[in-house]
């Protein structure tokens, strides 16, 4: 019994040893008072367990830390119902109406956003792959919510048939983009984190071009496999 808790309490101090913190901090305006937020946070590896909380805002500011065991890459997904959609599904429709970012432990990272027609518009900041995320939704997000904007239309009864073809275009330039994107920044990981939505030797071309840090960071190893995966 007594060897038994000695190696409960040895775990439990490993734990908390290696358990680290990310905060978050940041405004949305144009949202009611306690609104309330959902937040996931995802550790970048297969079966790992998704960390859930509510969260509040009060005047449209809102913070929170973190727990993480895993000293790795994190996807945070800050979501609410006061994110407007339509008909619109935030991912099954090809765009993103949440609040979405990439932490590490430790990061401190602040969240400036706005509601807008469809979702929210925002800005993270605190790391470098964020600063990059910046510029990349710059470009897109004007894409997007035209997008959001059509697809919700085709979901009204009697839609325009011209709807399909507006649809395919935007698809079309949201996908120029993100190519222009990633071969006019070779050297940033933000980019590594957009290959694995291409086709394998879109894929493959694009990777070639990677800057050596890029290929060595846990984004561009995963692209790598992803190559590897789908080349089978």
């Not at 970048?44 to 009060?58: H, N, Q, R």
Request: negative net charge.
């Amino acid at each position: 019994m007594r060897t038994t808790l000695m190696l409960f309490f040895l775990a439990l101090t490993v734990t908390i040893a290696n358990s680290q913190t990310i905060h978050f901090q940041g405004e949305i305006k144009g949202v009611k008072d306690s609104t309330k937020l959902t937040v996931n946070i995802l550790p970048l590896t297969l079966g790992a367990d998704v960390i859930s909380k509510e969260v509040y805002c009060v005047d449209g500011k809102f913070s929170f830390s973190s727990n993480l065991v895993l000293p790795m890459w994190h996807l945070v997904r800050i979501d609410s119902d006061e994110f407007f959609r339509g008909n619109v599904n935030y991912c099954g429709d090809g765009v993103s109406l949440d609040i979405y970012c990439f932490a590490f432990p430790e990061d401190k990272i602040s969240v400036d956003a706005e509601k807008a027609k469809y979702g929210v518009r925002f800005v993270a900041t605190g790391n470098e792959i964020s600063n990059q995320q910046k510029c990349f939704l710059d470009e897109i997000f004007p894409l997007e919510q035209q997008l959001a904007d059509l697809t919700n239309q085709r979901r009204e009864p009697f839609p325009e048939q011209e709807l399909d073809d507006k649809i395919e275009h935007i698809n079309k330039e949201i996908v120029k983009i993100k190519l222009l994107f990633m071969k006019k920044h070779p050297d940033w990981e933000y980019s590594a984190i957009i290959l694995p939505e291409f086709d394998v030797e879109t894929a493959r071309e694009v990777y070639s071009v990677f800057s050596k840090n890029v290929k060595n960071s846990f984004f561009g190893k995963y692209a790598e496999s992803f190559i590897k995966d789908r080349s089978r």
